[in-house]
């Protein structure tokens, strides 16, 4: 009976460490099931219903998905949404010019008549959570078929069951794959499509610190833009319309203005892109050894060709800044991630795991299926190295130039005006695709920079993707010789905006002018190639891997039945919850859990763009005209970190307290975490969150806006 109770005891600790370590991304419809007792431990004071409910209105319904990859959060009964600068970049670029810089500059909006409509961006609220793994994978199950008529039957099933859901209640569905494909979830969820830009800090405050800082603490980045959002009269998503009014939602945050303190309870909700938590420890080794090595060194090179234009030229600056951004975002995480699997030595703890998974067999029939799945996975991922390094190779070095991307993306609108199951109107609206893509194009690209890129690149795909047939190929097109970027741009309509905007135009009838230029053809040689010699052996090489890791996933959360799992994130709506934590990156270094106006001035550097500090935020700091932002020390906090489990997607998430109140904004990770999304280190792992008191002070002190303050619920 003690050892019982020893054991009980062991396991309750056990689970309350794993919970204030901060491990987990929940999804919000199990949280009654699996964590509320480890939230309330953890600190929290709500309840599991407050923050997920169908049946009256909840946190969730303050929580949206901003544009394709970033969160948002309400915060006024008035539509008034907050996410990162980082995330409404694109938006503010779009609607900026050399004459109305509002990345450089800023922007706040006096009135609801001066709030800017931004094309294309939405937002998507969750209305239901609904398990359909029966109805999924029914018939998908059996032992007569192969992986590819699985998926096949799969498909089906999750495009019937998503068209009887949006038959039912008149909103989207979608249906998303957990723990491998051996769980199905569908999502109603309602999309408003007119939202527009209410304020957003000049760069300086919302990029402060720019790609030197990214990833990195301590930090003390801005990074936050206002939005709203409009319906129409029935407070319904509809097309952007003048007559359209703001959004009434269901819920929004109130904000707390009281002190965030070391160890409070905190609370990430948004919708976190992508984790691999599940990978075997081949997988692990790959991405160590091959995928982040190849991005890492390609980006290199492309990057230190932008930074340089973009340093040289406002407009080159403005052209690329959204660009440069994202590509450098990916290629500093890659590197944080090397260094993380390093230390954690990732690939031999996930290799102790699998022994463990052995050892824990009951039988040796069990123990003998187990060793046949870890030799099929050695086998299958040792086919896959080379093909995962060369699929890397012709993303980053073939498509990461500039025309060749633009004359893949016409090709991709060409095919599908030229299948015959295309009807006269939808070629109409593809034709359409392609005079708006042109026009984002021809805006921000510079060829005589995108020539400098390609001739540092290309040469990336030489020996490693090219064989001799391909590269004879793209000899004979430029008269026996392997193509330099002069060869490449000067004979090619699409280096010619007018030209090519007026060829563009008639897409339609001028499909064969456009295939005969020397670009395309180049490009469609290399799609062409990657299509059929890389893509289709990539694609049977992934169907035979999902197969088994399916199985590897099942076993794993079967065998180890005394942890609570959580899937890998999938882009769908998700709970975090941690606490805030200083931590040591290395040997005698500490860093606290917040940093002050104080290390804005101390960063600042007048030569260095990145570190300009505004006149006017200067002079606010100077003389400490904080008013109630400041905390009891009479200090303007900036930021904080906690162990919150996060990744690419809660950018934007709503932090929140132990009452559900808002005290920030999560917009980043600490480089020596990177590698939680494939395996989660509570010792190193923080996420990075902008304080709120930070947030207000630059509306209200510094962008003048603070009538927008008069629409917050704001508490102490």
């Keep these: 009976m003690k050892n019982k109770k020893l054991a009980a005891f062991v396991l309750a600790i056990t689970l309350t460490l794993q919970s204030f370590a901060g491990e987990g991304m929940w999804m919000p419809n199990l949280l009654k099931l699996l964590n509320e007792k480890d939230m309330k431990d953890a600190g929290m004071q709500i309840s599991a219903d407050d923050i997920y409910n169908t049946q009256k209105s909840s946190i969730k319904d303050a929580v949206c998905l901003f544009g394709g990859g970033c969160t948002a959060e309400v915060i006024s009964d008035k539509g008034l949404i907050l996410t990162n600068h980082h995330c409404g970049f694109d938006a503010v670029q779009q609607l900026s010019s050399i004459e109305n810089d509002y990345l450089k500059n800023g922007y ?22 609904v398990d359909v793994t029966d109805a999924i994978i029914s018939a998908a199950n059996a032992d007569t078929i192969t992986e590819a008529q699985r998926v096949e039957i799969i498909k089906k099933n999750i495009a019937d069951c998503e068209a009887k859901k949006t038959a039912e209640t008149k909103l989207g569905a979608q249906v998303k794959s957990f723990f491998g494909g051996n769980k199905y979830y569908l999502f109603v969820i309602e999309i408003f499509k007119d939202v527009r830009l209410v304020g957003v800090p000049p760069s300086s405050i919302g990029k402060f610190g720019a790609d030197g800082d990214n990833w990195m603490w301590p930090r003390h980045t801005g990074d936050f833009s206002v939005f709203r959002i409009y319906s129409n009269k029935e407070n319904k998503g509809a097309e952007y319309a003048s007559d359209n009014v703001p959004y009434k939602p269901k819920y929004s945050l109130p904000i707390n203005l009281s002190d965030v303190k070391e160890n409070d309870f905190t609370m990430v909700y948004g919708f976190p892109a992508r984790t691999t938590e599940f990978l075997p420890s081949q997988a692990i080794d790959i991405v160590r050894n091959i995928n982040d090595p190849t991005k890492v060194s390609i980006r290199t ?28 975002n990916g290629w500093k995480k890659w590197q944080g991630e090397i260094r993380g699997i390093d230390r954690l030595n990732a690939i ?29 996975l050695n086998i299958a991922y040792n086919n896959y190295k080379q093909l995962s390094k060369m699929r890397d190779l012709y993303n980053e070095a073939a498509l990461g130039v500039e025309l060749i991307s633009f004359c893949n993306s016409i090709n991709n609108v060409l095919v599908k005006i030229a299948d015959s199951k295309t009807n006269d109107e939808e070629k109409k609206k ?26 540092a690149i290309f040469s990336d795909l030489n020996d490693a993707v090219f064989d001799i047939s391909l590269i004879n190929e793209i000899k004979i097109l430029f008269n026996n010789k392997f193509p330099n970027a002069k060869d490449f741009y000067a004979n090619s309509i699409f280096t010619n905006k007018p030209k090519a905007l007026i060829l563009l135009d008639s897409a339609m009838s001028k499909t064969e002018i456009i295939k005969n230029d ?29 197969a088994l890791n399916r199985l590897y996933i099942k076993k794993t959360t079967e065998s180890f039945s005394d942890k609570k799992f959580y899937p ?47 006149p006017k935020l200067k002079t606010l700091f100077m003389n400490k005209d904080f008013s ?10 900036i930021a904080f970190i906690a162990s919150n489990h996060t990744t690419g997607g809660n950018s934007g998430s709503p932090v929140l307290n132990a009452k559900g109140e808002l005290i920030g904004t999560n917009f980043d990770r600490n480089w020596e975490g990177t590698m939680s999304d494939i395996m989660y280190d509570s010792e190193q792992c923080r996420n990075i969150i902008l304080d709120i008191h930070y947030t207000l002070f630059v509306i209200d002190k510094f962008g003048g806006a603070g009538y927008l303050l008069d629409e917050m619920k704001i508490v102490n």
């Design 430 to 455: 593809e034709a359409e695709k392609i005079k708006s893509a042109a026009k984002r194009f021809y805006k921000d690209c510079n060829f005589k920079i995108d020539a400098i890129v390609y001739d």
């Design 568 to 614: 890998d994130a999938n882009s769908t709506l998700r709970v975090a919850f941690g606490n805030v934590k200083p931590y040591k990156p290395r040997d005698g270094v500490q860093y606290n859990w917040y940093t002050t106006y104080k290390g804005i001035l101390e960063k600042e550097d007048a030569k260095n763009d990145d570190f300009i500090v505004h």
């Design 628 to 637: 109630k932002y400041a905390d009891k020390n009479n200090d303007l906090r």
């Design 108 to 129: 706040w909006a006096k009135s609801l008549t001066e709030e800017k409509p931004c094309p294309s961006l939405t937002v998507t609220f969750i209305v239901d959570i």
């Design 348 to 376: 031999e703890k996930r290799k102790k795991q699998e022994t463990d998974l052995f050892n824990k067999a009951k039988s040796n029939t069990e123990k003998q299926a187990i060793e046949k799945l870890y030799n099929e």
């Design 518 to 546: 020397i670009a395309f053809k180049l490009t469609m040689i290399l799609v062409n190639y990657y299509n059929k010699n890389i893509a289709q052996q990539i694609i049977q090489s992934e169907n035979k891997l999902n």
């Design 301 to 328: 090179k492309k990057l230190g060709i932008w930074d340089a234009a973009m340093r040289a030229n406002d407009t080159t600056r403005l052209q690329y800044a959204a660009k440069y951004a994202s590509v450098a």
